[in-house]
Structure formats: C-alpha cells, structure tokens
C-alpha cells in the first residue's frame, strides 16, 4: 500500500516528528551548560533547514555543525546578550522613571525589535553561510525589513509560549511537557520553511559553508 511507502506523506510526517523530538532533546542538552547555547540553536536551524528544503537528515549533522561553528556562533550569541542586557537596563530605568519622555520608550520598543531580528536571522544564517559577525549582523537587518511580514510571523512562533502564558498560564503550563519534547525543534523548523525561500535568493550567489570549506581546501 502506497500509504505505507518510505516516500508517502504520512511516513515523512512520522519520520519528521520523530527527528524534531531527537532534535529537542539534543538542542536542551546543549542549553544546560548555556555558553553552548548560541551553538546549539544554530546546530538546530541547520538541521530544521535540511528538513524544509525536503532533504534526507542525520541526526550527526547537529553535532557536526554544533563543533564548526561554535566559535561563531559564540560571538553572535555573546552580541545578542549583551544587547539584551543594555535594553534590559533601560527599560529597568524607564521603569524607575515614568516621568521620561515617551519618545525614550518607543526608542526603546524600536531597539528591541532590532534586536529581535539579529536573534532570530543570524543563527540561520551562520548555520547556512560563511560569513563575519558584522556582516551577518547587517544581513540579519536587512532580511528582516525587506521581508517583513515573514519576519513578524517569525517572531510571533517565537513569542507564542510567552503570549499563552500571559493570557492564560494555567494552559501554558499544561503544555509545557509539549514544548519540551518538542516545541523548541518544531518552531524552528517552522522559520526554517519561511526561511527556505529567502536563504534560496542569497544562495544563488553566496556558498554554503559546506560549499566554502570545499573551496579552502581546493585553494
């Protein structure tokens, strides 16, 4: 029967499901010592882009990626932090000041979606190219206004557990064995099928870093 074919829809949802789960748990294990976070998420989006894209998966590429790009993706992750804590501490102040001017507080408003853009582009994109992280950063930018709507919703599967919560923390915390086992995976492979289309335009002129390192060790 066709239904049970390796090639029919239902097993590739069943083989998917079954990778965002092995995916989850990988990318938790790899949050527990945090400095490895920033790693883990673009060792995430690396797989999840494989899955988009319709390509056959093994579970080693997490690791292998999670061990190239370490490095990299430290220094994003370690930007990425130290934005937030900055935009942490003026709000803290706005906080402290209501008196301030309402201007400072949708600059601020403004900052953090900046903000949010270079978290949510530049792991999918140092999983995807090679690069430096001032020209992942303006890349990040310039993705997420151009693509705008996409960017939004991005952000929206991101906030979604954050937005159940304050509206209703009961089922938020019901869920919470759902986004454990395999929210996180699911989410990103989600960006990773809007991401798909926008990684296709750079790629017709950017290489892969798979690609990059063909041609280092060609030179």
Not at 7 to 34: A, E, H, Q
Not at 150 to 172: G, H, I, R, S, Y
Not at 183 to 196: E, H, P, V
């Amino acid at each position: 029967m066709k239904l049970f074919q390796s090639d029919s829809p239902w097993i590739r949802l069943i083989d998917n499901m079954g990778n965002l789960v092995l995916l989850n748990l990988m990318f938790l294990l790899c949050c527990l010592p945090v400095v490895t976070a920033p790693a883990a998420g673009t060792a995430l989006y690396s797989c999840t882009l494989c899955m988009a894209r319709g390509e056959k998966l093994e579970l080693s590429r997490f690791w292998q990626v999670w061990k190239r790009e370490f490095v990299v993706s430290l220094k994003a992750g370690g930007l990425v932090f130290v934005l937030a804590a900055l935009l942490a501490l003026d709000g803290y102040y706005l906080k402290l000041n209501p008196a301030a001017p309402a201007f400072l507080r949708y600059g601020l408003y403004v900052l953090a979606f900046f903000a949010g853009c270079l978290a949510l582009y530049m792991f999918p994109l140092i999983a995807r190219f090679t690069n430096t992280i001032p020209q992942y950063a303006r890349l990040s930018l310039a993705l997420a206004l151009r693509y705008l709507p996409k960017t939004l919703l991005m952000m929206l599967a991101v906030c979604l557990p954050v937005l159940l919560f304050l509206w209703n923390a009961e089922l938020a915390l019901r869920l919470m064995i759902f986004w454990l086992l395999f929210g996180i995976a699911l989410t990103a492979f989600f960006n990773s099928g809007l991401l798909k289309g926008i990684f296709a335009v750079l790629e017709e002129t950017a290489p892969a870093p798979e690609d990059a390192e063909t041609q280092e060790r060609e030179e």
